[in-house]
């Protein structure tokens, strides 16, 4: 798949946010269809916007990030959510308006 200049842009920011520790991580309005896998390095991250992107697809990834307290997913493409999403046990906003999602996974419900 070719890399676009969103996913460089993502790619580049997730580096800076990992070299600085970064506590908030915005990548929104990147026209993202998916997650760059090393977002797992970022593991003090406590807010991630990903909002008004083209997200089919979470990564498994996600569940690295176990200090999330705020998901930000609105206007995606999202169909579905990973089980790994019940392993963010101090998310207190996940926002996930705007999506095509038709279930939950067990776990979130």
């Given at each position: 798949?070719?890399?676009?200049?969103?996913?460089?842009?993502?790619?580049?920011?997730?580096?800076?946010?990992?070299?600085?520790g970064?506590?908030?991580?915005?990548?929104?309005y990147?026209e993202?269809?998916?997650?760059?896998?090393?977002?797992?390095?970022?593991?003090?991250?406590?807010?991630?916007?990903?909002?008004?992107?083209?997200?089919?697809?979470?990564?498994?990834?996600?569940?690295?990030?176990?200090?999330?307290?705020?998901?930000?997913?609105?206007?995606?493409?999202?169909?579905?959510?990973?089980?790994?999403?019940?392993?963010?046990?101090?998310?207190?906003?996940?926002?996930?308006?705007?999506?095509?999602?038709?279930?939950?996974?067990?776990?979130?419900?």
């Amino acid at each position: 798949m070719l890399e676009t200049e969103g996913d460089r842009e993502a790619r580049q920011r997730i580096e800076q946010a990992r070299r600085e520790g970064a506590r908030g991580l915005d990548l929104s309005y990147m026209e993202l269809t998916e997650l760059p896998e090393v977002i797992a390095s970022l593991t003090e991250l406590e807010t991630l916007d990903l909002s008004e992107n083209q997200l089919r697809e979470l990564p498994e990834a996600l569940a690295s990030l176990t200090q999330l307290q705020g998901l930000y997913l609105d206007n995606n493409q999202l169909t579905q959510l990973p089980e790994v999403i019940a392993s963010l046990t101090q998310l207190q906003q996940l926002d996930l308006s705007h999506n095509k999602l038709t279930v939950l996974p067990e776990a979130a419900t």
